[in-house]
């Protein structure tokens, strides 16, 4: 077969019958990643898919030399302290992964560092470059010094699959330690002395399911199983509160959570319940002197923040009652103050409760922006580490003090090439859905770019994920070249408090699909937008298939990133990754007819008709464990197989996860490849690829 032809899936019948209803699934055989033809038919699609991009190759090279071109590649983030120490981390010009720092501390004020000039005493915990060596792969799930800054410990992936290997470093000799413990899930938390080492394993669904107990220098083999949570709709977590006194173990799914506890002094105690789970109820907690601070939805849509004595946790007395337009999000206790992060009126903002004053608000100096606590370890501080961005202001790092009530930037991302934040406007629209409810559409544009411009409309709503104003180097090659960037925050996200969500879920979750049409259709009939070329990835790929298959004709192209396309046949499946954790998202279809019906109404496999699709562009990665690479390539086929129009084109990386490729540069390459396509199906490119 000419790489120039389309693949042609073989179709070999699969029959399932689900509450009386007979699906007859012809490329079922895909799932199958060890038959050969599985391999082939994939590689043959990646070759369709380079000659069809053949011609765009040269702008491909242009747009990664301007990403890297705008991009400081020799960096450094700001100091962060803990305890005797500055922890930083930094990057060199031409190495794909950072470098794990810190430097003895002698003040508050953090160290003045310049790129590429390590500071006298710097101690380098870990080089990612070293550690991934030759491997085309490679992940870090978790790096974290123990309270006494003594020993760190660290996890790495070199395929893609999420599961991790751990180790410990000494830090006083930089002797990595004889103690290895394969195939954990992310994070862990340290005992108070650093003695003990908790992590957590997966079962075979990837549920992080059982917390184990590790003494630093003793076998792996002698770990304790510290809890095993048995409910499959649950997963389970482990950290250590800022105070460094509690070890705190959750066990939680979509709608309920149940929180356990242990002195982090006597790490092989008995973890204590909080308060007993009940179906429904969500909570969190964090630490403060004689007091537990509580965040939970009892009677709260959108939460409260409660205390509790720690003798009692389970009594709960309100701080910060419930708000119908604000949901709280996340609560920081520090020895003097509370900090507590929120949204309201589709934006973030950050609340202080001091000890002793009045509450208050930190004001920001944008319309569209995120704003959030991070970095913020040390639990004796008169400072607040705040990550802070825009469409327009590259990621910034502020700390806010709490003293003076300023604000003092500490560092702005450098943005090479002549950038300037007033070259470019951030606007903010609302779409009318059809049922009349509100839409807001968050819009980057270059001043002075002609309108109606074509337009990447980005979304994804799903999991009370809000895609908050954020900034992207690579956005500027297309916004440069008189393209419009816009997200349609539709429901099932959580841009506009927990309601929001509601609406988009279980058997309201087509509103996320309508509300995205909607949002296009105002794009183009309120005069910003020309072509539009509809982008979103994993639960966004759902609603990239969703959207193709609802209204075709609104769009010139659709980039389907790890799609969640084959979303009725997986959650059918509770021996896949993740299924039965799925169910209070997406409704179980195994065991209610009227969910299976309603799903199948709008998963995108299924619904695939002979209408005229536009081009789309599915990637994936073979070694995804969260949305199975035979998803997209099953979608693709059956398009090509039943519709008219595309191309249909499948990329899929054969050495990867559910993030694509880990390597800055590689990562860079192929954000390149997909802009590329985006600009052709813009008609931002002449006859030879190159843009116009």
Not at 166 to 180: C, K
Not at 319 to 332: A, C, G, K, N, S
Not at 521 to 549: F, Y
């Amino acid at each position: 077969m000419s790489s120039d032809t389309p693949p042609v899936a073989k179709k070999v019948p699969a029959e399932r019958t689900h509450h009386g209803d007979t699906v007859i699934d012809e490329y079922a055989w895909l799932a199958d990643k060890d038959d050969p033809d599985t391999v082939a038919y994939l590689e043959a699609e990646n070759a369709f898919t380079q000659a069809r991009t053949e011609h765009l190759k040269p702008l491909q090279e242009t747009l990664f030399q301007e990403i890297k071109g705008r991009t400081q590649e020799t960096d450094l983030s700001v100091p962060t302290r803990k305890g005797g120490w500055w922890y930083y981390s930094r990057t060199e010009e031409g190495k794909q992964y950072g470098i794990q720092c810190r430097l003895a501390a002698t003040g508050d004020t953090p160290p003045v560092l310049k790129p590429g000039e390590p500071l006298e005493g710097e101690q380098i915990l870990l080089d990612g470059n070293e550690l991934a060596g030759d491997s085309p792969f490679f992940a870090m799930g978790t790096s974290a010094v123990s309270p006494d800054g003594g020993t760190l410990a660290y996890s790495t992936d070199f395929s893609g699959n999420e599961r991790f290997t751990l180790r410990f470093r000494s830090l006083a000799t930089g002797e990595v330690l004889d103690d290895q413990i394969p195939d954990i899930f992310y994070g862990g938390a340290w005992s108070a002395d650093g003695s003990a080492f908790f992590y957590t394993t997966v079962d075979e669904a990837w549920r992080p399911y059982r917390v184990h107990r590790h003494i630093i220098g003793t076998p792996a083999e002698q770990d304790v199983l510290v809890y095993e949570e048995p409910d499959e709709r649950f997963w389970v977590g482990i950290g250590l509160t800022r105070s460094e006194r509690y070890l705190v173990l959750g066990a939680s799914s979509k709608i309920t959570s149940e929180v356990r506890v242990l002195d982090a002094e006597y790490p092989t105690g008995e973890f204590a319940v909080v308060r007993p789970r009940h179906t429904g109820v969500e909570y969190s907690i964090d630490h403060a002197g004689d007091r537990f601070l509580i965040l939970h939805n009892e009677g709260a849509e959108n939460f409260e923040l409660a205390e509790a004595p720690i003798d009692d946790p389970s009594k709960w007395t309100p701080l910060i009652r419930h708000r119908d337009d604000t949901r709280l999000l996340d609560v920081d206790a520090f020895s003097d103050h509370t900090v507590v992060h929120f949204r309201r009126d589709g934006l973030t903002g950050i609340r202080v409760l001091p000890a002793e004053g009045e509450p208050y608000e930190i004001s920001f100096p944008e319309t569209l922006y995120t704003a959030e606590p991070a970095g913020n370890p040390e639990f004796h501080t008169t400072r607040l580490r705040v990550a802070y961005a825009s469409f327009v202001t590259p990621p910034s790092v502020y700390d806010y003090d709490l003293v003076g009530h300023e604000l003092i930037l500490l560092k702005r991302r450098p943005v090479l090439g002549g950038y300037d934040p007033d070259d470019y406007e951030q606007f903010r629209e609302w779409a009318t859905a059809a049922d009349g409810t509100k839409v807001p559409i968050s819009i980057i544009a270059r001043k002075g770019a002609e309108r109606p411009a074509p337009t990447v409309l980005y979304g994804y709503g799903s999991y009370e994920t809000s895609i908050d104003p954020s900034f992207s180097v690579a956005r500027l090659s297309l916004l440069d070249r008189g393209m419009v960037f816009a997200v349609a925050h539709v429901r099932g996200g959580g841009e506009m408090g927990r309601r929001w969500y509601e609406e988009g879920k279980l058997t309201r979750k087509k509103n996320t699909f309508t509300d995205f049409v909607d949002a296009a259709r105002h794009m183009r009939e309120s005069g910003w937008s020309s072509e539009i070329v509809a982008r979103g990835g994993s639960a966004g790929g759902l609603l990239m298939g969703a959207v193709a298959n609802l209204a075709p004709e609104v769009f010139a192209g659709v980039v389907a990133e790890v799609p969640f396309v084959d979303a009725l046949n997986t959650i059918l499946d509770p021996t896949l990754p993740l299924t039965v954790i799925e169910w209070d998202e997406w409704g179980d279809p195994l065991h209610n007819p009227d969910v299976y019906a309603y799903m199948k109404s709008y998963t995108p496999y299924e619904n695939i008709d002979d209408r005229t699709y536009p081009p789309i562009l599915a990637i994936t990665s073979l070694n995804d464990t969260r949305v199975l690479y035979h998803e997209p390539a099953k979608w693709i086929a059956r398009l090509r197989a039943t519709a008219t129009g595309g191309p249909f084109l499948l990329k899929t990386e054969m050495g990867a996860g559910h993030g694509g490729r880990s390597g800055r540069y590689d990562a860079w390459r192929e954000e390149a490849f997909t802009l590329s396509w985006i600009l052709e199906r813009a008609g931002k490119t002449d006859g030879t690829g190159e843009s116009k």
